[in-house]
């Protein structure tokens, strides 16, 4: 198999990687998408992750919390998924930089764009924790700005579900499925595949995405070469 494309922005939820569990890690799901990811770095394409953290927590546990500390507490989420991911990675052979947002350089480096661009230069994986570093942005919306920054050919969105549908195909038998749509309807019609900020960010920079089901066989690695599945998002 070839890669269509040669520097991808992966975004993994973090409940992805919980497994059937729903909370924690799986390290069966671990091992399944890091077993992906060493086949499409051996293919020579550069990758960088962002991983959710609602495994752990998400903000709107934090019913009664300040909408600040609850948003700060998930970046620190992201922060536990993305080491676990690293120290998977890194035990496979595959020499990989976690990079946060809010500083801890006891842990990780900073994100520094030029950085990040070094590493991709010298075969590594970068992960990219913390989200944007500010409260009120999800982790779409810093999939979408780092994949504007790093100027990925797409960014990938590996999810729950195998594909996008005009309602959720699990309360609803008669769901739409989209194999293509583009991202004005989405943000027009407020389709839940990505939020409007990561939706409009992406459209304005015109990055293509494919929203596809991660637990599908080898799904990473078909959508990094290019196979049709799950809905691609444009501006065509």
């Given at each position: 198999?070839?890669?269509?494309?040669?520097?991808?922005?992966?975004?993994?939820?973090?409940?992805?990687?919980?497994?059937?569990?729903?909370?924690?890690?799986?390290?069966?799901?671990?091992?399944?998408?890091?077993?992906?990811?060493?086949?499409?770095?051996?293919?020579?394409?550069?990758?960088?992750?962002?991983?959710?953290?609602?495994?752990?927590?998400?903000?709107?546990?934090?019913?009664?919390?300040?909408?600040?500390?609850?948003?700060?507490?998930?970046?620190?989420?992201?922060?536990?998924?993305?080491?676990?991911?690293?120290?998977?990675?890194?035990?496979?052979?595959?020499?990989?930089?976690?990079?946060?947002?809010?500083?801890?350089?006891?842990?990780?480096?900073?994100?520094?764009?030029?950085?990040?661009?070094?590493?991709?230069?010298?075969?590594?994986?970068?992960?990219?924790?913390?989200?944007?570093?500010?409260?009120?942005?999800?982790?779409?919306?810093?999939?979408?700005?780092?994949?504007?920054?790093?100027?990925?050919?797409?960014?990938?969105?590996?999810?729950?579900?195998?594909?996008?549908?005009?309602?959720?195909?699990?309360?609803?038998?008669?769901?739409?499925?989209?194999?293509?749509?583009?991202?004005?309807?989405?943000?027009?019609?407020?389709?839940?595949?990505?939020?409007?900020?990561?939706?409009?960010?992406?459209?304005?920079?015109?990055?293509?995405?494919?929203?596809?089901?991660?637990?599908?066989?080898?799904?990473?690695?078909?959508?990094?070469?290019?196979?049709?599945l799950g809905t691609l998002i444009d501006n065509n």
């Amino acid at each position: 198999m070839q890669p269509k494309y040669k520097r991808v922005l992966l975004k993994l939820s973090g409940e992805a990687l919980a497994g059937e569990a729903g909370h924690g890690l799986d390290e069966g799901v671990i091992s399944y998408v890091v077993n992906q990811i060493v086949e499409v770095h051996n293919m020579g394409v550069e990758l960088a992750l962002v991983i959710g953290g609602g495994n752990f927590w998400r903000g709107r546990q934090g019913k009664n919390m300040d909408r600040t500390t609850a948003d700060h507490m998930g970046m620190l989420a992201t922060v536990m998924n993305s080491l676990a991911m690293m120290d998977a990675l890194e035990q496979r052979g595959i020499p990989t930089r976690v990079q946060t947002a809010l500083i801890m350089t006891s842990v990780a480096e900073p994100y520094i764009l030029r950085k990040a661009i070094h590493h991709f230069e010298k075969g590594r994986v970068v992960i990219m924790a913390c989200g944007t570093g500010n409260p009120y942005c999800s982790t779409d919306t810093a999939a979408a700005q780092r994949a504007c920054e790093i100027q990925a050919d797409v960014l990938m969105l590996a999810k729950n579900i195998d594909a996008i549908y005009d309602s959720d195909p699990k309360l609803n038998p008669n769901a739409k499925k989209y194999d293509h749509i583009n991202y004005m309807d989405i943000i027009k019609n407020g389709i839940k595949a990505m939020d409007t900020t990561a939706a409009t960010m992406c459209m304005e920079n015109d990055i293509p995405a494919i929203a596809f089901g991660l637990d599908e066989s080898n799904s990473i690695v078909r959508a990094v070469c290019g196979e049709k599945l799950g809905t691609l998002i444009d501006n065509n």
